[in-house]
Nanobody, 121 residues
Framework: EVQLVESGGGSVQAGGSLRLSCAASGFTFDDYAIGWLRQVPGKEREGVSCISGSSGRTTYADSVKGRFTVSSDNAKNTVYLQMDSLKPEDTATYYC??????????????WGQGTLVTVSS
């Protein structure tokens, strides 16, 4: 039973905020990196942010630096993506994904179903 459960997507006006949650079950969070990715129709999936399950170290795409913050609650086996100062270009379907060997964007183990974020001007 390896599963990621996402929540928190929705619609917001430009400048607003949303917080996405990704709850992991069926595996030990400390052994994985958890990444957030997004996809716009007609474009390739883009890595947004990633966090190490063991160290908590984080990475961000240049497009979201200073606006998005990824964090983890290891006791709850949950990763969050706090999105502030949202822009229309942030509109996308957001996915969380777990990666083996605590290696961001490598060795995909499982991903969630995706949640739609819509930012209006």
């Amino acid at each position: 039973e390896v599963q990621l459960v996402e929540s928190g997507g929705g619609s917001v006006q430009a400048g607003g905020s949303l917080r996405l949650s990704c709850a992991a079950s069926g595996f030990t969070f400390d052994d994985y990196a958890i990444g957030w990715l997004r996809q716009v129709p007609g474009k390739e999936r883009e890595g947004v942010s990633c966090i190490s399950g063991s160290s908590g170290r984080t990475t961000y795409a240049d497009s979201v630096k200073g606006r998005f913050t990824v964090s983890s609650d290891n006791a709850k086996n949950t990763v969050y993506l706090q999105m502030d100062s949202l822009k229309p270009e942030d509109t996308a379907t957001y996915y969380c994904a777990a990666y083996l060997s605590d290696s961001c964007y490598r060795y995909l183990a499982v991903w969630g179903q995706g949640t739609l974020v819509t930012v209006s001007s």
